[in-house]
């Protein structure tokens, strides 16, 4: 039996609209999307109870994008003999062949070029199908589209799975790896109903390969030119045990080299913001300096582009994790499809973990100090 979310809170919102779906399409059944009717239950499994409208069969396997040479590798050593490097292929570049034939190098004439796929099951789709249906459509909908039952009343809207773009997987590739996507689900994102989710990992494994197939043809998981990566990399932290001095420089940086007060709240005086910048008496800042300002996306849900706040660090929860090491990730990862970039080889791995240390000090001397915060923003504002 598969098992809740890992978090109690917000079981009710899940559960709005949100009833354990089976396969449909019984012939004399058909009701009316939307209605509320549903099948007689056949049995007591999870999907026992369906929208008749709600199909939950996947008719045919696909081919997926699939990682390239370094993932290969990394197999490789994780299962000898399976994965097999054969020098004659790739005309004569040499290419990875698996024993099983789950992944595959191709070749396409029209654009002269290589890439793996993956080989997905139509079995292992409808098991990814009916996961999903049970656990995921209250709030990212039936078909992915992100407008579940619960997802219309929620801002920032859940993700829509029709496109390939992800916020929080921490990946600087074009599409997030398997395990990326599965750390992102079992972890949850802070401050949002995307609660931790305690499947198994072979539910997980059928999942994610079925969010996988909901990308558009020649789009995401089914563009041959797509990167798929890891989870950045990062180097040692080069501030251990100097904590003040990464707080200092990474308020400069935060101010200054990467700009960060665009966008989020500025947290400093305008004068020292010009001191930290070297800029002139007369130069202006944008208006509402120690406010976030609302930044446009490229997430649309049913065609309606998405609008996103930045957070404000002593106030907004941060979604992918307030450890030191979980604000380095992001920063150097980057927000797909939102105003945040990618630091990493923009600033040196030492300033983005002076801006972790820098943003982290805001979370815990403000966040959760109400009196702390309103006497710090109050002296920003000249209140």
Request: proline share 5%; net charge negative.
């Amino acid at each position: 039996m598969s098992k809740a979310p890992l978090l109690g809170v917000g079981t009710a919102l899940l559960a709005v609209g949100l009833v354990s779906y089976a396969n449909v399409g019984q012939e004399g059944h058909e009701a009316e999307a939307g209605h509320g009717e549903h099948a007689p239950a056949s049995d007591e499994s999870p999907h026992a109870h369906a929208p008749h409208a709600i199909s939950l069969d996947v008719p045919e396997d696909t081919w997926l994008l699939a990682p390239g040479e370094e993932w290969f590798e990394q197999q490789a050593e994780l299962h000898p003999g399976r994965f097999t490097h054969d020098d004659s292929l790739f005309d004569g570049e040499g290419g990875w062949v698996d024993s099983q034939g789950v992944y595959e190098l191709r070749y396409d004439e029209d654009e002269d070029y290589y890439s793996y796929w993956q080989h997905v099951s139509a079995a292992q789709l409808t098991r990814g199908r009916r996961d999903f249906v049970q656990f995921c459509s209250s709030c990212h909908g039936f078909q992915g589209d992100g407008y579940g039952r619960s997802g219309q009343y929620l801002r920032p809207a859940p993700r829509s799975f029709k496109q390939s773009n992800f916020k929080f997987t921490k990946t600087t590739a074009d599409l997030p790896s398997d395990a990326a996507l599965m750390r992102l689900i079992q972890r949850g994102l802070q401050g949002t109903p995307m609660y931790p989710w305690d499947l198994s990992e072979e539910q997980l494994t059928d999942i994610i390969q079925y969010i996988k197939s909901l990308s558009p043809e020649e789009s995401g998981w089914r563009d041959q030119f797509a990167e798929i990566g890891g989870i950045v990399e990062s180097s040692p932290d080069p501030w251990s045990g100097r904590r003040d001095e990464a707080i200092t420089k990474g308020e400069e940086i935060y101010h200054g080299k990467a700009n960060c007060y665009l966008c989020h709240p500025g947290y400093v005086t305008v004068e020292r913001m010009r001191e930290i910048r070297g800029d002139a008496d007369n130069v202006q800042y944008r208006d509402m300096l120690s406010y976030p300002a609302l930044k446009e996306s490229d997430y649309d849900v049913l065609g309606k582009r998405q609008m996103i706040m930045p957070p404000d660090f002593t106030w907004h929860q941060v979604r992918s994790g307030t450890t030191v090491q979980d604000l380095f990730e992001t920063i150097a990862s980057g927000i797909k499809g939102t105003a945040m970039p990618q630091w990493k080889n923009a600033l040196k791995d030492e300033e983005i973990w002076a801006l972790a240390y820098y943003v982290k000090s805001l979370i815990e001397g403000y966040k959760n100090e109400p009196g702390n915060r309103a006497a710090f923003m109050a002296g920003l504002r000249g209140e």
